[in-house]
């Protein structure tokens, strides 16, 4: 047999090539006893279904979302944070059939796969400031929401509370008595750890600029000095020496407000290894309630962030964001939704010592 196509399948079942068609793709279009026939026809022939690259150009449609990571794709799926969030994501976004694909922020293959890639759409995942693939996805015009960062004008914002959960959690320390109180954090802009006493205002990376500043916020209202340890990344190899630095301090904290969980675990290890005893000697508050919460003893006191319920709400602003696309006079856009985080109480943190 020579080639199968849409019509040798219609030909076979006495159809029309247009009820083939919606049997793969439309399949409301027909009774079920019919799609049935047609697709047991199909797959006796060996005929697959409508080749993908034709039926995009007829809808003007892939049906495929871009994810733009924070980092390289391997760093990202480390990253507990952004793995659970794209899970979450990923998961929403299954049953609109549509097919992620993930794209790094910087680098060749960032450039290539934003220039080049067919996607309708995308997410931009807690990008510091600008990057190759946003540029990209901006001059081909792209719907676009932003996670966990500023949206560029005409685009959907998904964020945290991250400023009110960080100022809850110098809360916390205060209300322990503590009244020596740091602030672990990133700054990309650092290449080694290093003590300020700065908020760190101009911070590229809108969670840790919202982090810092929550905290900072928190210490100058109860009175107490601001201390500003900024390390250059979220990443075990970069956080490692941050801890050794606050750790080696002969004015070291009682209490520290971390930038993430990974920062926190990394700093009651640390300790530990130092012979010191958390809570006792440090308190240790991290952010996200990760698995990695969990993962450490005593369990960390941290911010817990939602991450299905963001996962939601980028998935819907993402679709959202393509129905305005196709609309001739759509609505205007929606404001920037704030996801809240909450404070939950684990072994990591108690009274300051005496």
Not at 98 to 105: E, H, M, N, T
Request: aromatic share 4%; hydrophobic share 45%.
């Amino acid at each position: 047999m020579g080639r199968v196509t849409l019509q040798t399948v219609a030909d076979a079942v006495g159809v029309s090539r247009m009820t083939v068609s919606n049997a793969f793709s439309r399949p409301d279009q027909l009774s079920s006893a019919l799609r049935e026939r047609v697709l047991a026809a199909a797959a006796e022939l060996g005929y697959a279904g409508p080749d993908p690259t034709a039926r995009a150009l007829a809808r003007r449609s892939t049906g495929a979302v871009g994810v733009v990571l924070t980092d390289s794709l391997g760093e990202a799926f480390r990253d507990p944070a952004a793995a659970a969030f794209f899970g979450a994501l990923a998961e929403e976004l299954a049953p609109t059939g549509l097919v992620v694909s993930l794209i790094p922020a910087e680098g060749v293959g960032g450039h290539l796969a934003a220039r080049d890639l067919p996607v309708d759409a995308a997410v931009v995942y807690a990008c510091a400031g600008e990057t190759e693939a946003v540029h990209w996805l901006a001059r081909r015009r792209l719907p676009m929401v932003f996670v966990d960062q500023t949206p560029l004008p005409g685009s959907t914002g998904i964020v945290l509370d991250d400023a009110a959960g960080s100022r809850a959690a110098v809360e916390h320390l205060v209300a322990l008595g503590h009244r020596d109180i740091a602030v672990l954090t990133m700054d990309t802009r650092r290449t080694d750890a290093g003590w300020s006493t700065a908020s760190a205002a101009d911070n590229p990376n809108h969670v840790a600029h919202e982090r810092t500043r929550g905290a900072v916020q928190a210490l100058e209202a109860a009175g107490l000095p601001v201390r500003v340890l900024a390390v250059h990344d979220n990443h075990a190899e970069q956080v490692e020496p941050g801890v050794r630095a606050l750790l080696a301090d002969p004015q070291r904290p009682t209490g520290v407000v971390c930038f993430s969980d990974l920062m926190a675990a990394s700093l009651v290890r640390g300790a530990q290894e130092a012979g010191l005893t958390v809570p006792d000697d440090l308190s240790v508050v991290g952010f996200d309630d990760s698995v990695l919460a969990r993962s450490v003893t005593p369990a960390l006191t941290t911010m817990r962030q939602d991450f299905d319920a963001k996962g939601r709400l980028a998935a819907h602003a993402l679709t959202d964001a393509l129905a305005r696309s196709r609309d001739e006079d759509p609505p205007p856009v929606a404001p920037t939704a704030v996801v809240p985080v909450e404070l939950v109480v684990r072994g990591s943190t108690g009274p300051a010592p005496r």
